[in-house]
C-alpha cells in the first residue's frame, strides 16, 4: 500500500492544478495567522478545493516519503487555519491521526473543537494514540510516530544518532529515557553534554526534577567525582574534560546534545577526546547524539572510532512554519508580505501600518512591533550590544497598557541582584527583554520564565538560544544573516534555520511565523531552502586542510592568524592533539583514522614534527592529555618558570590561595598569578591581570554582583575623574588650551563589561589557563621534593568556574540552587563547610522571612524544596 501510495504521490504533486491550489492555501493560511487588518491578495480555496487537497494529503499520508509526509501536515495544518467547516476539521484530524501527530490533533481538538465522528476514524485515531503512548512520571503521553521510534531505539540500548527539527521533542524523550535507566541500574555514571551554559542549566534542572525523589542519586553540573554508586553529569565540554582527568571510572551512557558541535574547532575537539577517552575505558558505553537537522553523523562518528551508530533522522517538524517575506512599499506606510516556499515566493497581502516605517535603522523594531504583539516574540540581533538597543528601541514604541507593570518581581530582582540603574528595567516594565550568553544565569532564567508566561512579550536575543534552549515563540524575527560585528562574517545557515525552528509550540499551537524583514537585500537568501548542520570532525577538518598551520605551531612557529580567531586556536588545539598523542606513541595510526584524507607527505610531516615536539617539550603525560589546547610549548616555559622559582626558594607567592586566607592581600595575589599566566601562555604584556583580578578575585568569594559592579563602576568613575583633573591641570597651565568634555560613567556599559569579563576571561580563559597552572604547579612541587606544600593549593580554577569559594556554596550549587542564591545563602549561614546532606536538610527548613531576598530567590528556594520533598 506505502508503494502505491508514494507512486501516486509522486503523481499528485507534479499536477499544475494541485500546485495551484496548494499555493492559494499556503498563502491563505499565513494571511490568516497575520493581524486581521491585511488585505489577503489570493483567494480562500474554495470547499471543493479544499476536498480536493484533503484527498491529496490523506495518500501523502500513506507514503513512506518524508516530502510526502511534510506536505499531508502541511495540507491538514492550513486547511484548519482556513476553515471552520466541521467536516474540513474532521478531515484535517484523520489525516493528523494518519501521521501520527496527536500533539497537533489536541490542539485542533481544543482550539477549533474538531472531532472524528466516523467509527473507522475513532477506531484508526485510538489505536494509533495507544500504540503510541508512553506514561511519563504518572502521565500518559501520545508521541508522534518520530518520537515512538525514536523512543523505542532507546530502550534497545544501541548507540544513536538522533537528528530532527527543533520542534520535534527529541531531548525530551532522552530527558526521559535517561532518567528511566537512573532509578533501575544500581551503579553508574552518566554524562549529558550541554554546549552552552545557558542549556546546561536547563537540562540541569530538568533532569532534578524529574528524579527529586531519589535521594541517592547525584545530578550534578560539578565536574568532581565523588565514590557514590550513582552518579549524573550535566556538563559542557570543558567540564567533561576536566571530570575525566580527576577519575579512572567508566563512563556507561553519554548524551551529546548539539552534536553538530563536533564541527566547532577546539571545542568540538575537546568534544571528540572526551568521547574517545569514554570508549578506551570502557568498550559498552552507550553514546546517545542529539542534532537539530544534521548530515555527516556516520563519516564524522567514524572519525571517533565509535562502533556502529543507528541514524534516526526526519525532517518533518510537528508545526506548521511559515517563512514570511516582510518588505516596506515604496512611497506608502503599508508593508507587504510574501510567503517563502521551496521554489517560489508567492504574496499574501498587504497591511497599512499607524507606525513609521521610513527609518531603516528602527524598521526591525517597527515590524516585530507591528507583528508581534501576540503569541510571544523572538527578534534576532547580532550582538548583546546590539541586542540591548534593538530592546531599547521595542520598547519606546509599546503603547499596549496590559503589558506595562506586570514584571514587578523581576524588577525588584534586577535591582536588588544587579543594578538599580540597569537599563533592562525599564524595557522589562514594558513587556520587553534582551538576552545573551554572558548574562547571570539566574537573570537568563528569570527572563526566559517571564517570556514562557507572557509577561515579556518581546525578547531580543544573540545567537545564544539558537541551540537547545526550549523557548519556542509564535513568531520570530530576522533582518539579517550576519553575525558579530559588522556585516562581515554571515551564521551557517543551518543556524539561522535552527532559530527559525523556535516559531511554532508543540502541543500549544500548530503555527508559527519566521518574518524575513528586508529578506531580498540581505547579502544572501539562505532561507530559500533548507539547511542542515553538516557535521564533520573539527580535527579532521584542522589536520586535513590546515596542515600547514598546525606544522607551524608543531614546530613553535609563530602564524600569520590572529590569535583571537577560531582558525588560530584550532591550529594550537590540533598541534596539541598531536604532541599527547605522539607521547602515547600511535601518532601514525591516530593520524590515519582521523584524517584518512591527508596528503600522505604532510601526514609524515605533522607525525616527525609531533614527535619531535613531544621530546622538546618536557611535560608530563599527564599534563599533556588533559591541558593539549593551550599551546604546550608555553605550559613548558610556564613550568620552567616555575621550577626556577622552587629552586632560589621563591615560590610562596605563586602558590594560590583560597581569598578568604588573604584578606585585603587576595587581589594582588592573584594579580601577579594572573599576569603570569597571561604573559607566559598568552604572550600578553602589561598588567591585565590586575584589572581581571579585582572581578575575578570578589567571583571567587562569591561576592554578589552588585558587589562587583559597585567596585568596577567606582573604578571607572575614578579613572574618569583622573581623565579630568588632568583636563583641569591642562587648562590651567597651557595658554590657549581647549578643555576637553570627559564622559559621564554609563553603569549599563560598565555592567555589560563585567558581565563579558567574568564569562568571557574569567569563567573561561582563566578557568583554562588555571587548571594547567594547578597542575604543572602540582608536578614541580613533586619533582623539587616538595609533596608536603601540595594541600596549600587552592583550586582556583574550580572556583572561578562555580563562582563561590567554600564546601558550602558548591554544596548548594550542586542542590540546583544559582550561583546568586547559593552566594546570597552562602554568605547567611554560619557554617562554610556543609557538604550536601546538610546543605539539604538546611534548605528544606530554611526559614526566609528575616532576611531581605528578593522574591525571585525566594522562588527559586521554594522550587527547590518542593522539587526535593517530592
Not at 528586508?518 to 539547511?531: A, C, G, K, L, R
Not at 570627559?742 to 555589560?752: L, T
Given at each position: 500500500?506505502?508503494?502505491?501510495?508514494?507512486?501516486?504521490?509522486?503523481?499528485?504533486?507534479?499536477?499544475?492544478?494541485?500546485?495551484?491550489?496548494?499555493?492559494?492555501?499556503?498563502?491563505?493560511?499565513?494571511?490568516?495567522?497575520?493581524?486581521?487588518?491585511?488585505?489577503?491578495?489570493?483567494?480562500?480555496?474554495?470547499?471543493?478545493?479544499?476536498?480536493?487537497?484533503?484527498?491529496?494529503?490523506?495518500?501523502?499520508?500513506q507514503s513512506p516519503v518524508e516530502v510526502h509526509l511534510g506536505l499531508a501536515q502541511a495540507i491538514?495544518?492550513?486547511?484548519?487555519?482556513?476553515?471552520?467547516?466541521?467536516?474540513?476539521?474532521?478531515?484535517?484530524?484523520?489525516?493528523?491521526?494518519?501521521?501520527?501527530?496527536?500533539?497537533?490533533?489536541?490542539?485542533?481538538?481544543?482550539?477549533?473543537?474538531?472531532?472524528?465522528?466516523?467509527?473507522?476514524?475513532?477506531?484508526?485515531?485510538?489505536?494509533?494514540?495507544?500504540?503510541?503512548?508512553?506514561?511519563?512520571?504518572?502521565?500518559?503521553?501520545?508521541?508522534?510516530?518520530?518520537?515512538?521510534?525514536?523512543?523505542?531505539?532507546?530502550?534497545?540500548?544501541?548507540?544513536?544518532?538522533?537528528?530532527?527539527?527543533?520542534?520535534?521533542?527529541?531531548?525530551?524523550?532522552?530527558?526521559?529515557?535517561?532518567?528511566?535507566?537512573?532509578?533501575?541500574?544500581?551503579?553508574?555514571?552518566?554524562?549529558?553534554?550541554?554546549?552552552?551554559?545557558?542549556?546546561?542549566?536547563?537540562?540541569?534542572?530538568?533532569?532534578?526534577?524529574?528524579?527529586?525523589?531519589?535521594?541517592?542519586i547525584r545530578v550534578t553540573d560539578i565536574p568532581t567525582f565523588e565514590q557514590i554508586p550513582r552518579q549524573i553529569f550535566v556538563l559542557t565540554q570543558e567540564r567533561f574534560q576536566a571530570l575525566l582527568s580527576t577519575m579512572s571510572a567508566k563512563i556507561d551512557l553519554?548524551?551529546?546534545?548539539?552534536?553538530?558541535?563536533?564541527?566547532?574547532?577546539?571545542?568540538?575537539?575537546?568534544?571528540?577526546?572526551?568521547?574517545?577517552?569514554?570508549?578506551?575505558?570502557?568498550?559498552?558505553?552507550?553514546?546517545?547524539?542529539?542534532?537539530?537537522?544534521?548530515?555527516?553523523?556516520?563519516?564524522?562518528?567514524?572519525?571517533?572510532?565509535?562502533?556502529?551508530?543507528?541514524?534516526?533522522?526526519?525532517?518533518?517538524?510537528?508545526?506548521?512554519?511559515?517563512?514570511?517575506?516582510?518588505?516596506?512599499?515604496?512611497?506608502?506606510?503599508?508593508?507587504?508580505?510574501?510567503?517563502?516556499?521551496?521554489?517560489?515566493?508567492?504574496?499574501?497581502?498587504?497591511?497599512?501600518?499607524?507606525?513609521?516605517?521610513?527609518?531603516?535603522?528602527?524598521?526591525?523594531?517597527?515590524?516585530?512591533?507591528?507583528?508581534?504583539?501576540?503569541?510571544g516574540s523572538l527578534v534576532y540581533a547580532k550582538t548583546p550590544t546590539e541586542a540591548a538597543k534593538l530592546a531599547a528601541s521595542i520598547s519606546l514604541g509599546v503603547t499596549d497598557a496590559n503589558a506595562i507593570g506586570k514584571n514587578d518581581d523581576l524588577i525588584a530582582f534586577i535591582k536588588d541582584h544587579i543594578h538599580q540603574d540597569y537599563h533592562l528595567i525599564n524595557m522589562v516594565q514594558n513587556g520587553v527583554a534582551f538576552h545573551y550568553g554572558q548574562m547571570p544565569a539566574l537573570l537568563r532564567d528569570a527572563i526566559e520564565t517571564a517570556f514562557r508566561k507572557g509577561t515579556i512579550k518581546f525578547l531580543v536575543c544573540t545567537t545564544t538560544l539558537f541551540q537547545g534552549i526550549n523557548l519556542p515563540a509564535r513568531n520570530v524575527f530576522i533582518d539579517t544573516p550576519a553575525r558579530g560585528r559588522g556585516d562581515k562574517q554571515n551564521l551557517d545557515p543551518a543556524l539561522l534555520w535552527n532559530f527559525a525552528g523556535r516559531a511554532g509550540r508543540m502541543a500549544k499551537d500548530i503555527v508559527g511565523n519566521v518574518f524575513l524583514v528586508?529578506?531580498?537585500?540581505?547579502?544572501?537568501?539562505?532561507?530559500?531552502?533548507?539547511?542542515k548542520f553538516t557535521i564533520k570532525s573539527a580535527l579532521t577538518e584542522a589536520i586535513t586542510y590546515s596542515a600547514a598551520d598546525v606544522l607551524h605551531v608543531l614546530e613553535n612557529k609563530s602564524l600569520s592568524i590572529k590569535p583571537r580567531d577560531e582558525a588560530h586556536r584550532s591550529a594550537v588545539a590540533s598541534a596539541g592533539m598531536l604532541?599527547?598523542?605522539?607521547?602515547?606513541?600511535?601518532?601514525?595510526?591516530?593520524?590515519?583514522?582521523?584524517?584518512?584524507?591527508?596528503?600522505?607527505?604532510?601526514?609524515?610531516?605533522?607525525?616527525?614534527?609531533?614527535?619531535?615536539?613531544?621530546?622538546?617539550?618536557?611535560?608530563?603525560?599527564?599534563?599533556?592529555?588533559?591541558?593539549?589546547?593551550?599551546?604546550?610549548?608555553?605550559?613548558?616555559?610556564?613550568?620552567?618558570?616555575?621550577?626556577?622559582?622552587?629552586?632560589?626558594?621563591a615560590l610562596d607567592s605563586y602558590i594560590p590561595k583560597n581569598p578568604s586566607e588573604l584578606g585585603s592581600r587576595s587581589i594582588v595575589h592573584y594579580r601577579d598569578i594572573f599576569n603570569i599566566m597571561f604573559k607566559l601562555i598568552k604572550g600578553f604584556g602589561g598588567n591585565f591581570g590586575g584589572y581581571v583580578a579585582r572581578i575575578a578575585v570578589r567571583w571567587m568569594e562569591g561576592k554578589p554582583y552588585p558587589v562587583i559592579i559597585k567596585y568596577e563602576i567606582k573604578s571607572k568613575s575614578d579613572q574618569l575623574q583622573r581623565k579630568r583633573d588632568i583636563e583641569v591641570m591642562y587648562a590651567r597651565t597651557i595658554p590657549g588650551y581647549k578643555l576637553?568634555?570627559?564622559?559621564?560613567?554609563?553603569?549599563?556599559?560598565?555592567?555589560?563589561?563585567t558581565f563579558d569579563t567574568i564569562e568571557d576571561v574569567v569563567r573561561f580563559q582563566l578557568v583554562q589557563m588555571g587548571k594547567a597552572y594547578v597542575d604543572i604547579l602540582t608536578y614541580v612541587l613533586v619533582e623539587g621534593g616538595l609533596s608536603h606544600r601540595i594541600p596549600e593549593i587552592f583550586d582556583f580554577a574550580l572556583a572561578l568556574e562555580l563562582g563561590v569559594s567554600t564546601p558550602t556554596g558548591r554544596a548548594f550549587l550542586e542542590l540546583g540552587l544559582s550561583r546568586i542564591a547559593a552566594s546570597e545563602l552562602q554568605r547567611l549561614v554560619p557554617d562554610s563547610n556543609l557538604d550536601v546532606t546538610r546543605a539539604r536538610q538546611l534548605i528544606m527548613e530554611f526559614d526566609h522571612t528575616p532576611f531581605p531576598l528578593s522574591q525571585v530567590i525566594v522562588d527559586e528556594i521554594t522550587k527547590i524544596r518542593v522539587t526535593m520533598s517530592n
Open positions: 500500500m506505502s508503494s502505491f501510495a508514494s507512486e501516486l504521490a509522486a503523481r499528485l504533486i507534479v499536477n499544475s492544478e494541485f500546485k495551484k491550489s496548494l499555493g492559494e492555501l499556503r498563502a491563505s493560511g499565513a494571511a490568516s495567522t497575520l493581524p486581521g487588518d491585511v488585505e489577503n491578495t489570493n483567494s480562500v480555496p474554495d470547499q471543493e478545493a479544499l476536498g480536493k487537497l484533503l484527498y491529496c494529503a490523506s495518500v501523502f499520508a491538514a495544518f492550513n486547511a484548519m487555519l482556513v476553515s471552520q467547516d466541521s467536516t474540513i476539521l474532521e478531515r484535517c484530524s484523520a489525516i493528523l491521526a494518519e501521521l501520527g501527530n496527536f500533539p497537533g490533533i489536541k490542539y485542533a481538538e481544543q482550539t477549533f473543537k474538531s472531532k472524528l465522528t466516523s467509527l473507522t476514524g475513532m477506531i484508526q485515531r485510538n489505536v494509533i494514540e495507544y500504540l503510541n503512548t508512553i506514561h511519563v512520571h504518572g502521565q500518559s503521553i501520545a508521541l508522534t510516530d518520530y518520537q515512538k521510534t525514536v523512543w523505542d531505539s532507546l530502550g534497545s540500548g544501541n548507540s544513536l544518532a538522533i537528528s530532527a527539527p527543533t520542534s520535534a521533542g527529541k531531548s525530551f524523550l532522552v530527558i526521559e529515557h535517561l532518567c528511566r535507566r537512573a532509578t533501575t541500574v544500581p551503579r553508574y555514571v552518566f554524562v549529558y553534554i550541554a554546549p552552552t551554559r545557558a542549556l546546561l542549566a536547563e537540562v540541569l534542572v530538568k533532569i532534578k526534577e524529574r528524579l527529586a525523589t531519589c535521594n541517592d553519554i548524551v551529546v546534545d548539539e552534536a553538530q558541535n563536533l564541527s566547532d574547532g577546539a571545542r568540538g575537539m575537546i568534544l571528540q577526546d572526551c568521547i574517545e577517552q569514554c570508549f578506551e575505558r570502557y568498550s559498552r558505553t552507550h553514546v546517545v547524539m542529539l542534532a537539530p537537522g544534521a548530515d555527516g553523523f556516520k563519516a564524522a562518528l567514524e572519525s571517533l572510532g565509535l562502533p556502529q551508530v543507528t541514524e534516526i533522522a526526519t525532517t518533518v517538524s510537528p508545526v506548521l512554519q511559515n517563512r514570511i517575506v516582510v518588505t516596506k512599499s515604496r512611497g506608502v506606510n503599508q508593508l507587504e508580505f510574501k510567503l517563502l516556499s521551496a521554489n517560489s515566493a508567492v504574496s499574501i497581502g498587504t497591511m497599512a501600518c499607524d507606525i513609521g516605517l521610513e527609518s531603516p535603522e528602527a524598521r526591525l523594531a517597527a515590524v516585530a512591533l507591528e507583528l508581534g504583539s501576540s503569541g528586508n529578506y531580498d537585500s540581505w547579502s544572501e537568501q539562505p532561507m530559500d531552502h533548507v539547511s604532541i599527547s598523542k605522539a607521547r602515547q606513541g600511535d601518532i601514525q595510526g591516530f593520524l590515519s583514522r582521523v584524517a584518512p584524507e591527508l596528503d600522505i607527505l604532510d601526514s609524515y610531516r605533522l607525525s616527525e614534527a609531533s614527535l619531535r615536539a613531544s621530546e622538546v617539550i618536557a611535560l608530563p603525560s599527564t599534563v599533556l592529555s588533559t591541558n593539549w589546547t593551550l599551546d604546550l610549548f608555553a605550559l613548558n616555559d610556564l613550568m620552567s618558570f616555575l621550577k626556577m622559582r622552587a629552586a632560589e626558594g576637553k568634555k570627559v564622559a559621564e560613567v554609563n553603569p549599563s556599559k560598565v555592567i555589560k563589561d
